[in-house]
């Protein structure tokens, strides 16, 4: 019945997995790794063991060998948003700037993270926007994670190299280090209702480092927040002394303009904007909206199609195109724009970002 007499053999993985927890008991963490390649290899549709083995890898700084287990893993895992975050984190030590943005952003909207791997995604993943450049993305990020913790290390000075557009977070002995600090607490405590406190540190910014990109956006960002568009207005038009090729001054400009219902000034503007980022859509909508201000609804429909074209999410694109049709009684264009305006009135849908007045 039993053939050679000998007992049965245990279940090669669980007899793996046993083996492996030992050497890591013991210390032996080489012996735990070569035990888990070995599984993988023999049975690769073991879920737990390319876990395992991905998870030793990363705590061991093995970070190439690590992402291709991870990557493994969420082949066989699809819906494992954990699998996504730690193949996101191996990518950002690998300086795959493209792909960590991909795979940690794909962790986070599929959630149920533990709260420790969900705020470090989240962290790295606003670093990787700003090595893409991405200013207003990792600002988006960075700044849900300051709401959900406040305390988290290093984030008030990602936030602020955010801010000024640098691709990373300077360090202790870099002469903007400071610069980084000031635009970073004003951003913490616009977040934390403290405007004294936030105007003081964007005064310190100007003043200190008045010929750097972006420091009078940011005070001027805080001070459009705040509702006093002439003296935003002033912090926007130093920064285009600054940086003459920075369309985002003038996107600016463009939208105190059209809060003062100052058409031409929008216009204008608009077309600063156009002549830097042909493709802007704010650019675009600015000017479409300084049309409207003067009742031109003709005129208002092309740039506010174009806005459209690029942004076609935006809930103020479709309201401003409702408008525009209602008042040139067209009333099926109209509704239609009217329906987009209710399937895209989501909190983050607007196209004008983080300081929507």
């Known amino acids: 019945m039993y053939g050679n007499g000998q007992a049965a053999e245990p279940h090669p993985k669980q007899t793996i997995a046993e083996l492996a927890q030992k050497a890591l ?5 080489d012996l735990a790794l070569t035990l888990y390649a070995k599984a993988v290899k023999q049975t690769p549709g073991w879920t737990e063991g390319w876990w395992r083995y991905g998870g030793l890898l990363y705590e061991t700084r093995q970070y190439p060998a690590a992402k291709q287990a991870f990557a493994r893993l969420t082949t066989l895992a699809p819906n494992n948003s954990l699998g996504f975050a730690l193949l996101g984190l191996c990518e950002y030590e690998e300086q795959d700037w493209n792909n960590a943005t991909l795979h940690l952003n794909k962790s986070l909207n599929r959630g149920s993270l533990p709260a420790e791997i969900s705020q470090s995604a989240a962290y790295h993943l606003g670093l990787s926007l700003m090595r893409l450049r991405d200013r207003d993305g990792a ?3 960075l700044k849900l994670l300051l709401h959900q913790a406040p ?3 290093g984030l008030s000075l990602a936030i602020g190299a955010a801010e000024l557009e640098m691709q990373t977070a300077p360090s202790l002995d870099d002469a903007l ?16 209702i403290k405007a004294e406190d936030a105007e003081k540190s964007y005064r310190q910014l100007v003043t200190r480092f008045p010929n750097l990109p972006y420091a009078h956006i940011c005070f001027g960002e805080f001070l459009e927040y705040e509702h006093r568009d002439d003296e935003a207005a002033q912090e926007f038009r130093a920064e285009t002394q600054v940086s003459p090729d920075n369309p985002v001054a003038w996107i600016w400009l463009g939208r105190v303009a059209v809060v003062q219902q100052d058409a031409s000034t929008a216009r204008a503007a608009a077309q600063r904007a156009l002549a830097l980022d042909p493709s802007n859509p704010l650019a675009y909508l600015i000017e479409g909206r300084g049309f409207m201000l003067e009742h031109r609804w003709e005129q208002a429909v092309d740039p506010l199609i174009e806005a459209e074209k690029r942004v076609p999410n935006s809930s103020e694109v479709h309201f401003a195109l409702a408008s ?3 008042a040139l009684h067209r009333s099926e264009a109209a509704a239609a724009e009217r329906k987009l305006f209710l399937e895209t009135s989501e909190p983050e849908g607007g196209a004008e ?4 007045r």
């Not at 280090?177 to 934390?192: D, K, P």
């Open 25 to 29: 008991d013991e210390g032996k963490t």
């Open 139 to 141: 600002l988006l990020i």
């Open 151 to 153: 305390e988290y290390p």
């Open 177 to 192: 280090f400071q610069a980084a600090i000031l635009a970073g607490e004003g951003t913490v405590s616009v977040a934390r």
């Open 324 to 326: 525009t049709y209602a």
């Open 353 to 356: 970002g983080s300081h929507n």
